[in-house]
């Protein structure tokens, strides 16, 4: 099955859900498609103004250009997903990858779409971490 | 074309040399490369997805993985180009990293035990109204 994860970069997600035999959605792949196309229209990420109006999709007019261009990558995720999990309190949400707006719209529209959804906070010892695991692990267990 | 970077674990005793030497021994046609946290290869997408099902098999919960959007080398990430300094991303990798012994421990234990977190209950409203009559009595 086709996991969204949250954050959509995340390293230990990804490997984690491909551990446990699913596939994951990871920004990567969206950016992949991006930056190795032929042609290069706005170095580096390759974000055009297409990409704004595809995030008009996901989010009103009103929403500021940043946060739809970045729906513009999320979104063609979230609309993959068949289940989500969604890891809140991540370290790396507070700073530059956090457009907390972003970030909101993008739990909201996974919420929006009903899939199986797993929520977690982020660990922080090593009782948490392995509490983190199992639930993770018998999540997409039960998904098959 | 696809590019997928494995972390090494920090308590691992495992290196990114040692890593390379079985990628090698695979003998697929791949482009590597060795950094600090571990390495980088690149090659044919089902090439490359089946390297990382190997890779994980033989050092199980040693080596992280995920994909990579930018090819090796590319001058739009690779510090060499850039001047320096850390490459975007890095600092999410970091952070991540700090969590990936206590991970690769739970991992290769095979320890899967959920714990019963207790929801934190709010105040009761008997003690909430007691405090405040308390307090605008005095």
Known sequence: ?144 | MKTRMFVIADTSSLTPQTVINYIVSLGKTLNIKDTCYGIMVEGDDDVVENVTLKIREKFDGDIFSKHRAYPIGDERRCRATRGGGARPGYYFLLEEYKLFPAISKVLKEGRFKTIDKKKKKPVDIDILKKAINEKVQK
């Not at chain 1, 032929?38 to 990420?45: I, K, R």
Request: aromatic share 8%.
């Open chain 1, 1 to 144: 099955m086709k996991i969204f994860i949250y954050p959509p970069n995340s390293m230990i997600l990804q490997d984690l859900v491909e551990r446990f035999g699913h596939t994951p959605l990871a920004l990567a792949k969206e950016i992949d498609r991006r930056v190795n196309d032929p042609e290069l229209d706005s170095p580096p990420m390759n974000i055009t103004e297409i990409d704004v109006k595809v995030g008009l999709k996901y989010a009103a007019i009103e929403v500021p250009s940043g946060v739809r261009g970045r729906l513009a990558m999320f979104g063609p995720l979230i609309d993959e997903a068949e289940a989500a999990i969604i890891v809140n309190n991540f370290p790396s949400t507070f700073g530059c990858m956090a457009c907390a707006r972003t970030n909101e719209l993008t739990i909201y529209l996974i919420k929006q779409k009903r899939v199986p959804t797993l929520e977690l906070d982020y660990p922080t010892n090593e009782e948490e971490v392995e509490d983190f695991i199992a639930r993770i692990k018998n999540f997409l267990e039960d998904l098959k």
